[in-house]
Protein backbone atom coordinates (compact mmCIF):
# COMPACT_ATOMS: atom_id res chain seq x y z
CA UNK A 1 0.00 0.00 0.00
CA UNK A 2 2.83 2.41 0.75
CA UNK A 3 4.59 1.55 -2.94
CA UNK A 4 0.89 2.21 -4.26
CA UNK A 5 1.10 5.72 -2.70
CA UNK A 6 4.73 6.99 -3.37
CA UNK A 7 4.06 5.71 -7.16
CA UNK A 8 0.84 7.74 -7.04
CA UNK A 9 2.69 10.49 -5.68
CA UNK A 10 5.43 10.55 -7.93
CA UNK A 11 3.13 10.43 -11.06
CA UNK A 12 1.26 12.89 -9.88
CA UNK A 13 4.46 15.16 -9.68
CA UNK A 14 5.81 14.05 -13.16
CA UNK A 15 2.36 15.48 -14.29
CA UNK A 16 2.24 18.87 -12.43
CA UNK A 17 5.50 19.59 -13.85
CA UNK A 18 5.10 18.56 -17.13
CA UNK A 19 1.66 20.14 -17.53
CA UNK A 20 3.43 23.92 -15.86
CA UNK A 21 4.71 26.38 -17.90
CA UNK A 22 8.41 27.41 -17.64
CA UNK A 23 9.28 30.24 -15.56
CA UNK A 24 10.02 32.76 -17.04
CA UNK A 25 12.37 35.48 -16.05
CA UNK A 26 10.92 39.06 -15.14
CA UNK A 27 12.53 41.37 -17.74
CA UNK A 28 15.16 44.40 -16.38
CA UNK A 29 14.08 47.53 -17.67
CA UNK A 30 15.93 48.17 -20.51
CA UNK A 31 17.78 51.66 -19.17
CA UNK A 32 18.71 49.24 -16.48
CA UNK A 33 20.25 46.88 -18.93
CA UNK A 34 23.68 48.15 -19.64
CA UNK A 35 25.83 47.74 -22.72
CA UNK A 36 27.14 50.97 -23.31
CA UNK A 37 30.71 51.95 -22.29
CA UNK A 38 31.30 53.99 -19.37
CA UNK A 39 31.91 57.13 -20.79
CA UNK A 40 28.64 56.75 -23.27
CA UNK A 41 26.63 55.96 -20.23
CA UNK A 42 28.24 59.12 -18.76
CA UNK A 43 27.36 61.03 -21.49
CA UNK A 44 23.53 60.07 -21.57
CA UNK A 45 22.91 60.39 -18.34
CA UNK A 46 24.35 63.94 -17.99
CA UNK A 47 23.06 65.48 -21.57
CA UNK A 48 19.47 66.36 -20.44
CA UNK A 49 20.08 66.80 -17.00
CA UNK A 50 18.70 69.94 -14.90
CA UNK A 51 19.22 70.54 -11.23
CA UNK A 52 16.54 72.19 -10.05
CA UNK A 53 17.11 73.44 -6.24
CA UNK A 54 13.61 73.68 -4.01
CA UNK A 55 13.84 74.41 -0.24
CA UNK A 56 13.55 72.13 2.91
CA UNK A 57 12.06 68.77 2.74
CA UNK A 58 8.76 69.67 4.58
CA UNK A 59 8.11 72.74 2.43
CA UNK A 60 5.78 73.96 -0.24
CA UNK A 61 8.99 75.13 -2.57
CA UNK A 62 10.35 71.48 -2.42
CA UNK A 63 7.08 69.74 -3.29
CA UNK A 64 6.90 72.10 -6.34
CA UNK A 65 10.51 71.25 -7.69
CA UNK A 66 9.21 67.16 -6.81
CA UNK A 67 6.89 67.67 -9.34
CA UNK A 68 8.44 69.71 -12.02
CA UNK A 69 10.32 66.06 -11.82
CA UNK A 70 7.54 64.25 -11.91
CA UNK A 71 5.65 65.88 -14.62
CA UNK A 72 8.55 66.50 -16.99
CA UNK A 73 10.71 63.39 -16.72
CA UNK A 74 11.38 61.62 -20.23
CA UNK A 75 14.40 59.52 -19.36
CA UNK A 76 17.69 60.75 -20.97
CA UNK A 77 15.85 63.21 -22.72
CA UNK A 78 15.15 65.34 -19.46
CA UNK A 79 16.04 64.36 -16.09
CA UNK A 80 15.16 66.93 -13.18
CA UNK A 81 17.25 66.23 -9.52
CA UNK A 82 15.11 68.05 -6.94
CA UNK A 83 17.60 69.24 -4.38
CA UNK A 84 16.95 69.76 -1.49
CA UNK A 85 18.37 73.16 0.50
CA UNK A 86 18.05 75.12 3.18
CA UNK A 87 14.98 77.45 1.87
CA UNK A 88 14.62 80.62 -0.42
CA UNK A 89 17.34 82.61 0.62
CA UNK A 90 19.99 80.19 0.28
CA UNK A 91 18.61 78.58 -2.97
CA UNK A 92 19.30 82.16 -4.89
CA UNK A 93 23.16 82.02 -3.76
CA UNK A 94 23.17 78.49 -4.32
CA UNK A 95 21.82 79.54 -8.26
CA UNK A 96 24.57 81.93 -8.16
CA UNK A 97 27.05 79.88 -7.33
CA UNK A 98 26.65 76.23 -6.55
CA UNK A 99 28.04 73.70 -9.27
CA UNK A 100 24.97 71.92 -10.66
CA UNK A 101 22.36 74.38 -9.76
CA UNK A 102 20.24 75.66 -13.20
CA UNK A 103 17.33 76.66 -11.63
CA UNK A 104 15.63 77.40 -8.39
CA UNK A 105 12.65 78.20 -6.42
CA UNK A 106 13.01 81.71 -4.31
CA UNK A 107 10.94 85.32 -2.96
CA UNK A 108 10.97 88.41 -4.81
CA UNK A 109 12.00 89.96 -1.32
CA UNK A 110 15.20 87.82 -1.32
CA UNK A 111 16.32 88.80 -4.99
CA UNK A 112 15.86 92.66 -3.98
CA UNK A 113 17.79 91.96 -0.79
CA UNK A 114 21.05 90.20 -2.64
CA UNK A 115 20.44 93.41 -5.89
CA UNK A 116 19.97 95.98 -3.34
CA UNK A 117 21.79 95.24 0.09
CA UNK A 118 24.41 92.55 -0.77
CA UNK A 119 24.96 94.25 -4.01
CA UNK A 120 25.53 91.35 -5.65
CA UNK A 121 27.33 92.26 -9.55
CA UNK A 122 25.26 92.19 -12.55
CA UNK A 123 22.04 89.65 -10.50
CA UNK A 124 19.42 90.73 -12.77
CA UNK A 125 21.23 89.99 -16.20
CA UNK A 126 22.70 86.82 -14.52
CA UNK A 127 19.20 85.91 -12.64
CA UNK A 128 15.90 85.86 -14.74
CA UNK A 129 12.52 84.20 -14.16
CA UNK A 130 10.56 81.33 -15.75
CA UNK A 131 7.33 81.83 -13.70
CA UNK A 132 5.58 83.52 -10.80
CA UNK A 133 4.73 80.94 -8.21
CA UNK A 134 1.40 81.06 -6.01
CA UNK A 135 2.50 83.58 -3.14
CA UNK A 136 3.86 82.21 0.47
CA UNK A 137 2.21 83.39 3.70
CA UNK A 138 4.34 84.79 6.37
CA UNK A 139 3.40 82.56 9.59
CA UNK A 140 4.24 83.99 12.94
CA UNK A 141 3.32 81.06 15.41
CA UNK A 142 3.65 82.38 18.86
CA UNK A 143 2.36 81.15 22.77
CA UNK A 144 -1.13 82.57 23.52
CA UNK A 145 0.43 84.82 26.56
CA UNK A 146 1.34 87.23 23.46
CA UNK A 147 -1.18 89.36 21.24
CA UNK A 148 0.58 90.99 19.11
CA UNK A 149 4.46 91.51 17.06
CA UNK A 150 5.04 94.49 19.92
CA UNK A 151 4.78 91.54 23.02
CA UNK A 152 7.54 90.00 21.36
CA UNK A 153 9.67 92.58 22.01
CA UNK A 154 13.19 91.45 23.61
CA UNK A 155 12.14 87.94 23.45
CA UNK A 156 13.67 84.60 21.54
CA UNK A 157 12.25 84.03 18.78
CA UNK A 158 12.67 81.42 15.71
CA UNK A 159 13.30 82.64 12.41
CA UNK A 160 14.06 79.27 10.81
CA UNK A 161 17.16 77.68 9.32
CA UNK A 162 19.59 80.50 8.47
CA UNK A 163 19.38 80.64 4.55
CA UNK A 164 15.76 79.61 5.41
CA UNK A 165 13.32 82.45 3.53
CA UNK A 166 11.99 82.93 6.73
CA UNK A 167 15.36 83.66 8.10
CA UNK A 168 15.37 86.86 5.88
CA UNK A 169 11.75 88.04 5.24
CA UNK A 170 11.34 87.40 9.26
CA UNK A 171 14.23 89.73 9.91
CA UNK A 172 12.68 92.31 7.10
CA UNK A 173 9.38 92.25 8.95
CA UNK A 174 10.94 92.99 12.66
CA UNK A 175 13.20 95.60 11.17
CA UNK A 176 10.83 97.80 9.78
CA UNK A 177 8.62 97.65 12.40
CA UNK A 178 11.27 98.75 15.11
CA UNK A 179 11.08 95.56 17.19
CA UNK A 180 13.98 94.10 18.39
CA UNK A 181 13.55 90.26 18.95
CA UNK A 182 16.72 87.77 20.51
CA UNK A 183 17.13 85.80 16.88
CA UNK A 184 17.73 81.90 16.86
CA UNK A 185 17.70 79.71 13.79
CA UNK A 186 16.33 76.54 14.28
CA UNK A 187 15.01 73.75 11.77
CA UNK A 188 10.83 73.28 12.54
CA UNK A 189 10.54 70.74 14.48
CA UNK A 190 12.87 71.81 17.37
CA UNK A 191 11.13 75.16 17.02
CA UNK A 192 8.51 73.73 17.84
CA UNK A 193 9.32 71.85 20.76
CA UNK A 194 11.00 75.01 21.97
CA UNK A 195 8.09 76.81 21.65
CA UNK A 196 5.74 74.12 23.58
CA UNK A 197 8.29 74.37 26.40
CA UNK A 198 8.16 78.08 26.51
CA UNK A 199 11.78 78.59 25.97
CA UNK A 200 11.24 80.38 22.79
CA UNK A 201 7.78 83.17 22.47
CA UNK A 202 7.19 82.79 18.80
CA UNK A 203 8.11 80.77 15.38
CA UNK A 204 8.45 81.71 12.02
CA UNK A 205 7.33 79.84 8.84
CA UNK A 206 7.51 81.66 5.24
CA UNK A 207 5.75 79.41 3.13
CA UNK A 208 2.31 78.37 0.69
CA UNK A 209 -0.99 78.14 3.15
CA UNK A 210 -1.84 75.61 4.49
CA UNK A 211 0.84 72.96 5.68
CA UNK A 212 0.12 69.88 7.96
CA UNK A 213 3.32 71.51 10.29
CA UNK A 214 0.41 74.12 11.56
CA UNK A 215 -3.13 72.46 10.73
CA UNK A 216 -2.75 69.24 12.44
CA UNK A 217 -1.50 71.39 15.52
CA UNK A 218 -3.88 70.57 18.72
CA UNK A 219 -7.11 73.03 19.68
CA UNK A 220 -5.42 72.98 23.04
CA UNK A 221 -2.15 73.50 21.98
CA UNK A 222 -1.79 77.11 23.66
CA UNK A 223 -0.66 78.22 20.37
CA UNK A 224 -2.29 81.29 18.16
CA UNK A 225 -0.99 82.92 14.69
CA UNK A 226 0.01 86.45 15.42
CA UNK A 227 -0.88 89.24 13.06
CA UNK A 228 0.95 91.18 11.03
CA UNK A 229 -0.73 94.39 9.91
CA UNK A 230 0.01 95.87 6.07
CA UNK A 231 1.44 98.87 6.70
CA UNK A 232 3.50 101.29 3.95
CA UNK A 233 7.10 100.19 5.08
CA UNK A 234 5.59 96.56 3.41
CA UNK A 235 4.43 98.07 0.29
CA UNK A 236 7.43 97.54 -2.05
CA UNK A 237 8.18 93.70 -2.24
CA UNK A 238 4.93 92.15 -0.25
CA UNK A 239 1.36 91.73 -0.28
CA UNK A 240 -1.72 90.86 2.05
CA UNK A 241 -2.08 87.80 3.31
CA UNK A 242 -4.51 86.40 5.69
CA UNK A 243 -5.51 82.77 7.58
CA UNK A 244 -8.86 81.48 8.24
CA UNK A 245 -10.17 78.26 9.79
CA UNK A 246 -10.97 76.72 7.24
CA UNK A 247 -7.16 76.29 6.79
CA UNK A 248 -5.70 76.17 10.30
CA UNK A 249 -8.88 74.87 12.36
CA UNK A 250 -7.51 74.53 15.17
CA UNK A 251 -5.58 77.97 15.57
CA UNK A 252 -8.01 80.39 14.06
CA UNK A 253 -11.48 80.48 15.93
CA UNK A 254 -14.38 80.05 13.22
CA UNK A 255 -16.01 83.19 11.32
CA UNK A 256 -12.69 84.93 12.11
CA UNK A 257 -9.43 85.64 10.11
CA UNK A 258 -5.99 86.73 10.97
CA UNK A 259 -4.06 89.26 8.45
CA UNK A 260 -0.56 88.38 7.74
CA UNK A 261 2.05 89.16 4.82
CA UNK A 262 2.25 87.23 1.90
CA UNK A 263 5.44 87.11 -0.18
CA UNK A 264 5.52 86.99 -4.24
CA UNK A 265 7.46 83.83 -5.21
CA UNK A 266 9.52 82.75 -8.30
CA UNK A 267 10.99 80.08 -10.20
CA UNK A 268 14.07 81.39 -11.27
CA UNK A 269 16.74 80.17 -13.87
CA UNK A 270 20.23 81.21 -14.13
CA UNK A 271 20.56 82.91 -17.44
CA UNK A 272 23.26 81.13 -19.30
CA UNK A 273 25.19 82.70 -22.64
CA UNK A 274 22.67 81.03 -25.73
CA UNK A 275 24.35 78.47 -27.55
CA UNK A 276 26.21 76.93 -24.52
CA UNK A 277 25.73 73.53 -23.34
CA UNK A 278 23.51 74.41 -20.03
CA UNK A 279 21.44 76.80 -21.58
CA UNK A 280 20.28 74.31 -24.17
CA UNK A 281 19.27 71.94 -20.90
CA UNK A 282 17.24 74.93 -19.60
CA UNK A 283 15.80 75.47 -23.04
CA UNK A 284 14.23 72.45 -23.36
CA UNK A 285 13.59 72.21 -19.27
CA UNK A 286 11.68 75.51 -20.28
CA UNK A 287 10.16 73.98 -23.40
CA UNK A 288 8.56 71.46 -21.73
CA UNK A 289 7.34 72.84 -19.35
CA UNK A 290 5.39 75.10 -21.12
CA UNK A 291 4.29 72.07 -23.41
CA UNK A 292 2.92 70.24 -20.66
CA UNK A 293 1.20 72.53 -18.51
CA UNK A 294 -1.83 70.47 -18.19
CA UNK A 295 -0.18 67.61 -16.41
CA UNK A 296 0.04 70.70 -13.18
CA UNK A 297 -3.62 71.40 -13.38
CA UNK A 298 -4.55 68.29 -12.57
CA UNK A 299 -4.64 65.94 -8.99
CA UNK A 300 -1.66 64.60 -7.43
CA UNK A 301 0.02 67.33 -8.18
CA UNK A 302 -0.29 70.47 -5.50
CA UNK A 303 -3.55 72.82 -5.79
CA UNK A 304 -1.60 75.73 -6.10
CA UNK A 305 -0.43 75.07 -9.66
CA UNK A 306 -3.44 75.82 -10.74
CA UNK A 307 -3.17 79.43 -9.13
CA UNK A 308 -0.07 80.07 -11.45
CA UNK A 309 -0.89 82.10 -14.38
CA UNK A 310 1.32 82.27 -16.63
CA UNK A 311 1.74 85.50 -17.97
CA UNK A 312 1.67 87.12 -14.39
CA UNK A 313 5.14 89.54 -13.80
CA UNK A 314 7.42 89.53 -10.92
CA UNK A 315 8.52 93.11 -10.55
CA UNK A 316 11.88 93.90 -10.78
CA UNK A 317 12.80 90.82 -12.63
CA UNK A 318 13.22 89.85 -16.53
CA UNK A 319 11.46 86.67 -17.83
CA UNK A 320 14.23 84.19 -19.13
CA UNK A 321 13.74 84.64 -23.22
CA UNK A 322 12.91 81.34 -23.81
CA UNK A 323 9.82 81.44 -21.36
CA UNK A 324 8.98 84.82 -23.60
CA UNK A 325 8.91 82.87 -26.59
CA UNK A 326 6.78 80.18 -24.61
CA UNK A 327 4.67 82.32 -23.05
CA UNK A 328 3.64 84.27 -26.67
CA UNK A 329 3.42 81.02 -28.35
CA UNK A 330 0.68 80.03 -25.42
CA UNK A 331 -0.91 83.51 -26.11
CA UNK A 332 -1.33 83.47 -29.51
CA UNK A 333 -2.55 79.56 -29.75
CA UNK A 334 -5.26 80.97 -26.42
CA UNK A 335 -6.48 83.79 -28.97
CA UNK A 336 -6.65 81.35 -32.25
CA UNK A 337 -8.66 79.20 -29.64
CA UNK A 338 -11.19 81.63 -29.02
CA UNK A 339 -11.25 82.62 -32.78
CA UNK A 340 -11.87 79.55 -33.61
CA UNK A 341 -14.85 78.41 -31.04
CA UNK A 342 -16.27 81.79 -32.04
CA UNK A 343 -16.29 80.98 -35.60
CA UNK A 344 -17.88 77.43 -34.84
CA UNK A 345 -20.63 78.85 -33.22
CA UNK A 346 -21.42 81.09 -35.45
CA UNK A 347 -21.29 78.28 -38.15
CA UNK A 348 -23.49 76.12 -35.79
CA UNK A 349 -26.16 78.57 -35.55
CA UNK A 350 -26.90 78.55 -39.65
CA UNK A 351 -26.38 75.37 -39.86
CA UNK A 352 -29.97 73.31 -39.84
CA UNK A 353 -28.14 69.90 -39.30
CA UNK A 354 -28.85 67.49 -36.43
CA UNK A 355 -26.24 66.90 -33.97
CA UNK A 356 -23.35 64.26 -35.65
CA UNK A 357 -23.58 61.03 -34.27
CA UNK A 358 -20.23 59.20 -35.58
CA UNK A 359 -16.67 59.97 -36.18
CA UNK A 360 -17.81 60.33 -39.79
CA UNK A 361 -20.27 62.84 -39.40
CA UNK A 362 -18.25 64.78 -37.10
CA UNK A 363 -15.02 64.99 -39.72
CA UNK A 364 -17.82 65.68 -42.69
CA UNK A 365 -19.23 68.51 -40.14
CA UNK A 366 -15.51 70.29 -39.56
CA UNK A 367 -14.56 70.08 -43.17
CA UNK A 368 -17.49 72.17 -44.04
CA UNK A 369 -16.74 74.38 -41.11
CA UNK A 370 -13.53 75.06 -42.28
CA UNK A 371 -14.97 75.98 -46.27
CA UNK A 372 -17.48 77.86 -44.46
CA UNK A 373 -14.84 79.98 -42.45
CA UNK A 374 -13.04 80.15 -45.65
CA UNK A 375 -15.67 81.78 -47.49
CA UNK A 376 -15.83 84.01 -44.46
CA UNK A 377 -12.36 85.40 -44.69
CA UNK A 378 -13.01 85.69 -48.41
CA UNK A 379 -16.20 88.10 -48.38
CA UNK A 380 -14.55 90.04 -45.11
CA UNK A 381 -11.34 91.32 -47.49
Do not use: C
Not at 346 to 373: C, G, H, I, M
Request: proline fraction near 6%; charge should be positive.
Amino acid sequence: MRRVFVASAIVAAFFAFAITPPIVAQEIPKSLQGGDSEWALKQRKNAWTVGVVGGLLSGTYMRFADELAKALDDGDNMRILPIVSYGAASNLEDLLHLRGIDAAVTQADVFEYFRTERKTPNLQYRVNYILRLPISEVHILARTEYKSLEDLRGKKVSFGPAGAGSSLTGSIVFQRLGIKVEPLFLNAPAALQKLRSGEIAALIRVIGKPIDFFAKLPADSGLHFLPIPFVKQFEDYYTVGEFTNAEYPTLVPEGQRVDTLAVPTALAVYNWPKGTDRFNRVERFVEQLFNKWEKFQQPPFHPKWRDVNLAATVPGWTRFSVAERMLQSVMANTKQQKVLSRDFHAFLSNDARPSPRSEAEREALFRDFLAWRKQQDGRSQ
